[in-house]
């Protein structure tokens, strides 16, 4: 088996480097700052920026303030820093604390820039303009923005954080750029992009060969390649994308202690996802840019094996599962908890082959994510998240369910504006989650062609055949299945308004004519101004299973439910309202499945009858949307 596989990687190295047709993008992702939330997200957003999302900054000061980027940048001697947490279950020793805090702080303020931006928060962008100059003050002429001295940077042998670092800045930067048109973040991004490319040049450089031991900072920088992706799409240079798919190659063939989407891996039957959980499916993102970049069949190839294998993994709300490791195991909604950082980088990386491939399953995917599991694992009454959570969630009190692991101290179940006891790592992504989904839902086929891929309350402002226009998608989408699209262009035009039907969706009722394409509604006729398409989506309860074979209840795309009443216990005091907060269950009372034709849909809830485990009896439920909960029953054996 390994004499083959090593042919078979020999041979798509080979036809790799030498293929150089690269694939079409399907859709042309909007300027960021294009699309903007409205309704309830908006709202959620308005509140997530009053909260942890808007005062991280506050709340863990020492490692948002840290000058890691300028005065404070790493060199030889430099030690590991304190970050406050108690290091519990983490891998890899000193050397990754040293870079911890460049992810905390640039994934936060990405977050931060993302946010304000799209809610015209008006204070927050004037400090946000003050940190983007405070931030390319600390370039040096040569265009290196990062966080190591001379005497250390791409000189590595071992783990460092000198691309990861590079891109959680970056990707803030781009966003940035794109809103405001700013021409001198522009250009330090060219320099600093140039610069990398310099140092690691391309078939010439060896950038993540970094010996034997742990390296997570190292494989985290694999995401590099969002940048170049976006680089690619922003200036149509394909030098960006050659260089993506050369990191990609050279860490293919690398040796990692996060091997999960190593071709060699991928080619390997027998082999089953075991890595560092957010870093298998951020790697998502760099293996479809590849397979793009490359056009080669068997890159094709690997990303659907890839993709298989992380569905195999991904529980009914759409998580993919990784209480930290995968370790080889499939999703259970009891037993198995995933991490917020794993809900943000899967949700984004559907979205990325959303783009490129059009494909509506991947829209499909990304909304699960989005409305079921991420809604799902914040707290409902106080600014916070779960670092680790499971579908079934029967008491939150730091343990998974309860279940104490044996040699560590497991904190990571309970909600909190931080989690610094373990990494301020997950609080930050739960910040760019929103943003990076807005984005995403208006795409652009051609000039004449607008896509609502991803449903939800917003407002896209763009142009088609040259003719500005505005839509607003008023709903309440997932919570009701009904839309109007106001449309407003300046003056009359004809273009396509190409609507995504969700996979749950068998009936359409609009007034409008339309066609049915590839799991999409194309409406083509001359919008004038102030016209609107209305469209409903009836739908049904229905009752699915999961991998395991347990049932749960749907509702278009929303799971439902059984809330399990708890005592909210406050925990940690950080700063003025911030706090931790465990809860612990009022009943531990279990139900399971029982022939359920009588479950109907009433404002808002399912009603369905399930069989108490204690006593046997029949007994009337009321589920609730997932996203609603904190304790829950949601699958029934």
Sequence with gaps: MKKILAFLLLIISVTVQSQTTALKEKYQLLPFGSVKPSGWIKEQMQKDMAGFV?????????????PIYGEGRLQKHSKAKDLGNLKSGDAGGDDQYKWWNSETQSNWWDGYIRNALLVNDTKAIEKIKKYIDRILATQDADGYLGIYDKEL????????????????????????????????????????????????????????????????????????????????????????????????????????????????????????????????????????????????????KALEIYLTRIKNCSTLTGAAI?????????????????????????????????????NPQNADAAENIFYNAAQGSRDPDHSGIAYLKT???????????????????????????????????????????????????????????????????????????????????????????????????????????????????????????????????LINRIFKSNDSVTIDFPTEVKVREDNNHEKYFSYGALVFAMPIEATAIKGKIYVADFSDWIYKPMSNTRYSYVDSKQAYYENGKIIVSLKNQNNNSIEKTVLIPFGKTILRQVSFK
């Design 54 to 66: 808007g005062n991280l900054d506050q709340i863990v000061p020492s490692l948002i303030n840290d």
């Design 153 to 300: 940077r791409y000189q590595f042998t071992a783990e460092n954080g000198e691309l990861w670092s590079k891109a959680t800045l970056y990707r803030g930067l781009l966003a940035y750029y794109e809103y405001t048109h700013d021409q001198k973040v522009w250009n330090a991004l060219l320099k600093a992009i140039n610069n990398v490319m310099q140092h690691y040049p391309i078939d010439h450089s060896d950038p993540f060969n970094v010996g034997k031991g742990f390296s997570g900072g190292v494989a985290h920088g694999l995401t590099f390649t969002d940048v170049l992706d976006r680089m690619y799409q922003l200036t149509g240079n394909k030098k960006y994308w050659d260089y993506a798919l050369f990191l990609f190659m050279n860490f293919s063939n690398n040796f990692t202690s996060e091997k999960d989407v190593q071709l060699k891996s991928i080619f390997n039957p027998d082999y089953k996802l075991q890595s560092h959980a957010v870093h298998t499916y951020e790697h998502l993102r760099p293996l479809i840019v590849a397979a793009y970049a490359s056009g080669n069949n068997e890159m094709q």
């Design 391 to 521: 579908d079934n969630s029967y008491e939150m009190m730091g343990t998974k369910n309860g279940d104490v692991e044996a040699g560590r101290n497991q904190t990571r179940y309970k909600y909190s504006p931080a989690h610094q006891d373990v990494a301020v790592c997950c609080n930050p992504n739960a910040g760019r989650i929103t943003p990076y989904f807005i984005q995403s839902s208006w795409l652009k086929e051609t000039d004449s062609i607008l896509v609502a891929a991803l449903l939800a309350p917003t407002v896209v402002n763009t142009a088609v055949k040259k003719i500005k226009l505005s839509i607003e998608e008023i709903t309440n989408y997932p919570y009701s299945n009904n839309f109007i699209f106001k449309i407003s262009p300046e003056k009359n035009v004809r273009f396509t308004l190409k609507i995504r039907k969700p996979d749950w969706v068998s009936n359409i009722i609009t007034k409008e004519k339309y066609s049915v394409e590839n799991g999409y509604i």
């Design 322 to 358: 990784g209480d930290e490791w995968i370790g080889g195991r499939t999703a259970n909604s009891t037993t198995i908890g995933y991490e917020y950082c794993s809900i943000h980088e899967l949700m984004n990386s559907y979205t990325v082959l959303l783009q490129k491939s059009g």
